[in-house]
């Protein structure tokens, strides 16, 4: 996949842009983050998955492993295809630029979007085309955009509430009662591949003006979907469920130094035998579908796919878990065979990592992550220092979505780790130091160097984008657009072009 390059780039979700709507979206300042990534020399963009979110926001619990988040969606795009007026966006409510409050945003945005339903039926005639790219939308997205849309309307006839609480009929559907279902809530149906129709527009727009610019952009695809998802609903067999739907296994992981506990995500487990029976051709539709709008994937928790850990439904903890085997290399196989050719999959291989994991990733020539925060003070500083990397076939990065912005994390070391990481980077100026750390990367012999947008700003705690395990106040930082000053732009350029990864 890498093919002997150097380069480096950004990690920033769509949400964190500086649109004056509550939230980030595929709107003008998109664009301008593009034209900033250009300006800096560089070459890769990396998202958060840019699924339809789920309660609680976190892009890896979504209602569908393909729909987009409506969220996303450009409202001044929405002017001028001529389906709102400027006017009916002046009650957005912004509390505060730096953060998305999603408790006043997402209604608002369900508002506006309902709105621009309401004149669709006119306005697809009257505007040249629409009505023919719409058709041709829905039928070549029919495999999941079927099942997305009529969950949910389902979920909307039932007020939002979990599959799993829905009357019986409704949870586990024949196919005469979905039959029934696509005639009588037809509105609503029409009204969600209308989003998705609106959302895979704009971002097809985004993605042409980055490759243009020479720009590739990373997507990431969690391992599990979400239980609350149209992917499970209309697919139950190829989940570890009972006859009524609830799932008889969960995921998470085991008890470790950090947690005695464990991890329990609840998330549901495949059914890897129907999945193998089916020639994995979920997966193979799953993978195609990101990769018509990415250019390459991070795969999330890559070692699930070699072993996960299996726990009980209904366990209070992850303690009682089990790990089981997956078909990681038939998988992988059935891929590359449906691809014809080698994957663009960066393996997120954090955690614990086993010999077998490492085959596997190996394998197939995905590149594994490195992550400079783990090199100083923790378990794994060995493989993460950068002078000990084996190969080149790796990403160096400052640090992920989930860890503390770097200048944060530099800030609440031990004072002797803290001497340590000052000498391995040359650090002379601690307010600079997240930029040294970011030259840290881009002079490894990692082939990609990425890092958040959050360490370019140098910004601290109050621009971490995730704290696991804690539910609330994630998934909620943005920046100003007067931060992506030239004067940084030409910093980050020089640095780039110094380790030739320009």
Excluded at 72 to 100: K, M, N, Q
Excluded at 112 to 121: C, E, G, H, I, K
Excluded at 178 to 194: C, N, P, Q, T, V
Excluded at 280 to 308: K, M
Aim: proline residues 6%; contains cysteine.
């Amino acid at each position: 996949m890498i093919n002997n390059e150097r380069l480096s780039g950004i990690l920033l979700h769509p949400t964190s842009l500086p649109s004056p709507y509550g939230i980030g979206d595929l709107g003008d300042e998109a664009y301008a983050f593009i034209d900033f990534l250009a300006r800096a020399g560089q070459h890769l963009w990396q998202v958060l998955p840019l699924t339809h979110t789920g309660f609680g926001d976190s892009p890896y619990q979504s209602f569908s492993a393909f729909a987009g988040q409506p969220l996303l969606i450009d409202p001044r795009h929405l002017i001028r295809l001529g389906l709102i007026g400027g006017w009916e966006l002046t009650d957005c409510p912004i509390a505060d630029p730096s953060h998305v409050d999603y408790g006043q945003v997402i209604p608002w945005k369900e508002k506006v979007l309902a709105l621009a339903y309401s004149r669709f039926p006119q306005k697809r005639h009257e505007i040249p085309g629409m009505d023919q790219s719409f058709q041709e939308f829905c039928e070549s997205n029919r495999y999941w955009l079927d099942d997305y849309a009529l969950f949910m309307a389902c979920k909307k006839l039932h007020h939002g509430a979990d599959w799993l609480h829905w009357p019986d009929e409704y949870r586990c559907p024949t196919l005469e009662f979905k039959a029934g279902l696509f005639k009588s809530m037809h509105e609503d149906i029409e009204y969600y591949r209308f989003i998705q129709f609106l959302f895979f527009d704009e971002w097809k727009r985004i993605k042409k003006y980055a490759n243009d610019h020479d720009i590739r952009i990373i997507g990431d695809i969690p391992i599990f979907v979400s239980m609350d998802s149209a992917d499970v609903w209309a697919n139950q067999h190829l989940f570890q469920l009972d006859s009524k739907g609830y799932p008889t296994r969960v995921a998470g992981v085991p008890p470790d130094y950090f947690s005695a506990t464990g991890q329990l995500w609840g998330n549901p487990l495949y059914n890897w035998e129907a999945h193998e029976a089916e020639h994995f051709s979920w997966w193979i539709s799953r993978i195609r579908a990101q990769l018509r709008n990415l250019d390459i994937l991070r795969v999330d928790h890559f070692r699930g796919f070699e072993a996960f850990w299996s726990i009980p439904y209904g366990e209070p903890t992850a303690v009682n878990g089990e790990w089981v085997k997956a078909p990681g290399h038939a998988l992988f196989s059935a891929v590359r065979d449906a691809f014809e050719g080698d994957l663009p999959i960066i393996a997120e291989d954090l955690g614990i990592i086993t010999p077998e994991v490492e085959a596997l990733r190996n394998e197939f020539g995905f590149p594994g992550m490195k992550v400079l925060q783990f090199a100083f003070d923790s378990l794994d500083e060995g493989s993460y220092l950068p002078h000990r990397y084996t190969s080149p076939v790796c990403v160096c990065y400052t640090g992920t979505h989930d860890n503390d912005t770097t200048r944060s994390w530099y800030q609440t070391l031990r004072p002797e780790c803290r001497d340590k990481v000052r000498s391995y980077t040359h650090c002379s100026n601690d307010t600079h130091f997240p930029l040294d750390l970011i030259g840290t990367a881009l002079a490894s012999v990692a082939a990609y160097a990425i890092f958040p947008l959050q360490d370019v700003l140098c910004v601290g705690a109050e621009g971490r984008m995730n704290t696991p395990g804690i539910g609330a106040g994630n998934w909620s930082w943005r920046y100003q657009q007067s931060a992506l000053k030239d004067e940084l732009a030409d910093e980050l350029r020089g640095m780039t072009i110094l380790y030739g990864r320009y």
